[in-house]
């Protein structure tokens, strides 16, 4: 049963410090997505991929987010200096997008809970 | 921006009673999907509609989509304690060809009591 995985599932930090999360997509999708979840804004996109190439990331605020895919089967959200504004939880999701009448169903990983002190 | 708004934000029913959940968007779609998400998870994908389509069913899921009015509904009949969770939809961007990333609304948060 293919999933996508997280990790960590959770992570307390401080103030300042670098944050790192990870996920694996499901084999052969194409397409992986980063999203930011808390109670105020709801479920929010950050950025995303197709064949690893960044589509767009306009969701995420630039100074302190990165996303990248270092190859097919791992993405990374770093934040750097982190801040407890960034305190949510991070989901990242994965698809096969084809394009035209596609289904871009998306497949959630379970998240990571992030707080920032 | 948000595309889909759920309403209402909250419904408790009884088990075995029918929940329906509205979704309006505001641009023009190339299919709707309906997601739900347990406390503490992430989502899962329940339905999707096509723009082309009036209705669907999946088991106890009735989906309807009204590209006129902007809107479609979820229908859970003979609901179970279960289908506590907070249900989502999301729509494309309607551009010509999927890019593939969906906009979700903020959900509809349903409690069953048993």
């Known amino acids: 049963d293919a999933r996508v995985t997280q990790t960590p599932r959770h992570k307390v930090t401080e103030m300042g410090q670098e944050v790192t999360m990870r996920c694996q997509p499901i084999l052969g999708h194409n397409t992986v997505f980063w999203y930011r979840q808390t109670m105020m804004q709801g479920l929010e996109l950050l950025a995303y991929?197709?064949?690893?190439?960044?589509?767009?990331d306009s969701g995420m605020p630039k100074d302190r987010f990165s996303a990248e895919m270092p190859d097919a089967t791992l993405a990374t959200l770093k934040i750097q200096p982190s801040e407890p504004r960034d305190s949510a939880v991070y989901f990242c999701?994965?698809?096969?997008?084809?394009?035209?009448?596609?289904?871009?169903?998306?497949?959630f990983g379970p998240g990571t809970r992030l707080t920032v002190l | 921006s948000q595309q889909g708004e759920e309403d209402p934000q909250a419904l408790s029913i009884q088990e075995g009673e029918n929940a329906t959940m509205n979704c309006s968007y505001k641009t023009s779609i190339n299919n709707l999907q309906w997601y739900r998400q347990n406390s503490g998870r992430g989502l899962v994908h329940l339905i999707l509609?096509?723009?082309?389509?009036r209705e669907k069913h999946s088991g106890r899921l009735r989906v309807t989509l009204d590209t006129s009015k902007k809107s479609s509904s979820l229908l859970i009949t003979a609901s179970r304690a279960a289908d506590t969770a907070s249900y989502f939809c999301?729509?494309?961007?309607?551009?010509?060809?999927?890019?593939?990333?969906?906009?979700f609304g903020k959900g509809t948060k349903l409690s069953v009591k048993p």
């Open positions: 991929f197709r064949n690893r190439a960044p589509l767009d």
């Open positions: 999301a729509t494309d961007n309607g551009s010509g060809g999927s890019q593939g990333n969906l906009i």
């Open positions: 999701a994965s698809g096969l997008v084809l394009g035209g009448w596609g289904t871009d169903t998306q497949y």
């Open positions: 509609i096509r723009s082309n389509e």
